[in-house]
């Protein structure tokens, strides 16, 4: 589609509606996701003060399991991976990887 309009009016469709819902695997879509950006943030977890390698920008953290965490949020809502008709499943996966890091950093805290 070359235009947001074409977008707009392609999802409209039915065909694509019925597809979207029913026949492609939208549970099992997520759960990828889910699975991909967990891991990615426990094994950040594991080793949570290593420095971020590469160069560093000012826009960047010092703390690899903080720009782990916030990598995964940004690929979350990527236009390659955020799905409008499963949004609220997103909305849930940041909350979740809100929380994970929660409850980490009060473990660490009182460690």
Same mark, same amino acid.
């Given at each position: 589609? &070359?235009?947001q +309009?074409?977008?707009k &009016? $392609?999802?409209?469709r039915?065909d694509y509606?019925?597809f979207m819902?029913?026949? *492609?695997g939208?549970?099992?879509? %997520?759960?990828?996701r889910f699975?991909?950006m967990?891991?990615?943030l426990?094994? @950040?977890?594991h080793?949570?003060?290593?420095? +971020?390698?590469g160069?560093?920008?000012?826009e960047?953290f &010092? +703390?690899?399991? %903080?720009?782990?965490l *916030?990598?995964c949020?940004?690929?979350c809502w990527d236009?390659?991976?955020?799905?409008p @008709?499963?949004a609220h499943?997103f *909305?849930k996966l940041? $909350?979740?990887l $809100?929380s994970?890091?929660?409850?980490?950093l009060?473990t660490v805290?009182?460690?």
């Amino acid at each position: 589609c &070359r235009t947001q +309009v074409s977008v707009k &009016r $392609l999802r409209a469709r039915p065909d694509y509606i019925s597809f979207m819902t029913k026949k *492609w695997g939208l549970n099992v879509y %997520i759960q990828i996701r889910f699975q991909e950006m967990a891991s990615r943030l426990e094994k @950040a977890l594991h080793c949570p003060f290593e420095e +971020v390698e590469g160069k560093l920008s000012d826009e960047s953290f &010092r +703390v690899a399991a %903080i720009q782990t965490l *916030w990598q995964c949020l940004l690929r979350c809502w990527d236009k390659d991976v955020f799905l409008p @008709a499963i949004a609220h499943r997103f *909305w849930k996966l940041t $909350l979740q990887l $809100l929380s994970r890091y929660s409850s980490w950093l009060s473990t660490v805290q009182t460690s």
